[in-house]
């Protein structure tokens, strides 16, 4: 299996060469060369089947030049019940008839970005022995929360690599920010970025494409890669996990294999509903995507006018995991549609960066519409909705499956469609327990009290332990204090490389 990038579909690298390097050298994102098939036997097959054994299936799909050994190296050591705290990985939890909770959150850092980041610094170092890397891998992420701890955690003192990370000032939670400005390990770094996601995020594209940077760093015995979702071997990963969702129903009798079920995502960066478009690429069946955000709702537009406008005000929300204007992972979706049109994606993609929006062709939306549906709503109704599912069902979400929960919600009302669904379920409520509480309580309940106390209550009113990794927080010191501008951060990289 070969990699291309959506930019340049005459570039051809890989698998390990397209983890190692994260970004292509042109700015494009590497996507396979064709989508593999599984059958319905297949599918069935891995209802029997524990959650390593269907990722070694389905990555040894994509990774073809990994060895069995290798891709055991990395499945065992990445999901393993210590780490996850659950055999199952991501179990499914039922709501009721028609929706099931895909639980996404059991990892170290108690978040869906574990599903991947758990297991990319061990593609990444197979990739470096693979293709006789011998430079340092330095790893840049700009994080709108989850991102950001999760790779911490997962390259910490990871042999080879040192990974830096930037997340907006003031844009992410107390819990989110205090897991990733305490992080240990020889090889982080951390820095808080004036602005929003999109700032940190433009900031780290601009670095990975500044050649004379490049040149300066190899000079020094660096190479930069990617932890974030535009490195596909952190997508790749997220594949698996909506394959085992399915084979979840069909072993607890829900469905059928060969049924077809709905996907629902709280949507940021389009990463994870991507992956659940590439397993349907490859024979899952899944009937309808639906696209859920909060009020940075620039996708929930895209999919009803084929127009993506990033000119727009930005809102701090209570879903900050989802406070983004540029999806990068839509140009990935939008190579497919457009039949691998590279020209195209180039075009639209140096419109979006110098006029701030593109709108895709009529025969591109067409397909668009025919496959999504989207949704949006409001901090509101997104409190609404984690009170009246605890109300109706005693289970406690947390704000980004709320969104989905509630897009989801008007998605049925609207449509009557009563196709069994997966709700991604993306974030433990202990990560966001201020706007969970006060949702299941009132603000009254969040007044005067720290974050080690809310976690405490959470627990009490929500029957849930508090993961070991939040409550371990409340001990460990500040490492990292470091603010600086957008315009600032190459000088931090550089600063913490030690290159001049």
């Not at 844009?171 to 090889?187: D, R, Y």
């Not at 180039?346 to 519409?369: C, F, H, P, Q, R």
């Not at 990560?431 to 005067?448: C, D, M, P, R, T």
Request: proline share 3%.
């Amino acid at each position: 299996m070969q990699y291309h990038s959506t930019r340049d579909n005459g570039i051809s690298v890989t698998a390990a060469e397209a983890i190692k390097k994260g970004l292509s050298v042109e700015g494009g994102l590497f996507v396979p060369e064709s989508f593999p098939e599984v059958s319905a036997d297949e599918i069935k097959a891995l209802a029997g089947m524990t959650y390593n054994q269907r990722a070694k299936f389905i990555l040894g799909k994509y990774l073809t030049d990994f060895t069995e050994e290798e891709l055991d190296y990395c499945v065992n050591n990445a999901y393993t019940e210590e780490k996850f705290g659950t055999k199952k990985i991501a179990p499914i939890y039922k709501l009721n008839s028609q929706a099931y909770f895909l639980e996404l959150w059991h990892g170290p850092t108690c978040a869906f970005k574990d599903m991947a980041l758990q297991i990319l610094p061990y593609f990444m170092t197979t990739s470096m022995k693979k293709t006789g890397e011998k430079d340092e891998i330095v790893i840049l992420v700009a994080t709108s929360g989850d991102t950001g701890k999760a790779a911490l955690e997962g390259f910490r003192d990871v042999n080879g690599t040192r990974i830096i990370v930037f997340y907006p000032n003031n844009g992410v939670s107390e819990i989110q920010k205090l897991q990733m400005v305490t992080q240990e390990g020889n090889n982080v770094s951390v820095a808080a970025v004036n602005g929003n996601f999109d700032d940190a995020q433009n900031g780290v594209k601009k670095i990975f494409t500044d050649a004379d940077y490049a040149k300066l760093l190899e000079r020094n015995g660096f190479k930069l890669s990617s932890a974030n979702s535009i490195n596909w071997g952190r997508l790749v990963p997220q594949i698996v996990y909506y394959f085992s969702a399915y084979a979840d129903l069909i072993d607890n009798g829900e469905i059928e294999c060969g049924d077809k079920v709905n996907v629902v995502v709280p949507t940021g960066n389009f990463g994870n509903i991507l992956a659940a478009y590439y397993a349907s690429k490859m024979g899952l069946p899944i009937a309808k995507f639906i696209c859920a955000s909060n009020e940075n709702n620039v996708l929930t537009e895209f999919i009803s006018t084929g127009v993506y406008n990033k000119n727009r005000a930005f809102h701090t929300t209570i879903s900050p995991s989802m406070d983004i204007l540029i999806s990068s992972n839509l140009e990935r979706f939008l190579y497919d549609l457009s039949g691998k049109d590279d020209k195209l994606i180039t075009e639209w993609m140096t419109k979006l960066n110098s006029e701030g929006s593109y709108e895709i062709s009529a025969d591109v939306k067409e397909k668009l519409v025919t496959l999504f549906s989207a949704g949006c709503c409001n901090d509101a109704e997104t409190m609404e909705t984690i009170s009246r599912t605890a109300r109706e069902s005693g289970y406690v979400i947390d704000t980004h499956t709320a969104v989905a929960k509630a897009v989801y919600d008007k998605y049925v009302a609207e449509t009557g469609d009563s196709t069994k669904t997966i709700i991604a379920s993306t974030a433990s409520p202990f990560k966001f327990n201020q706007s969970v509480l006060i949702a299941l309580e009132n603000h009254n309940a969040v007044l005067g009290k720290d974050e080690f106390t809310l976690l405490n209550e959470l627990s009490e009113k929500s029957g849930m332990e508090i993961p070991k990794s939040l409550a371990e927080l409340k001990n460990k010191p500040i490492a990292f204090d470091l603010v600086c501008d957008k315009n600032e951060m190459q000088a931090i990289v550089s600063d913490f490389l030690m290159v001049e």
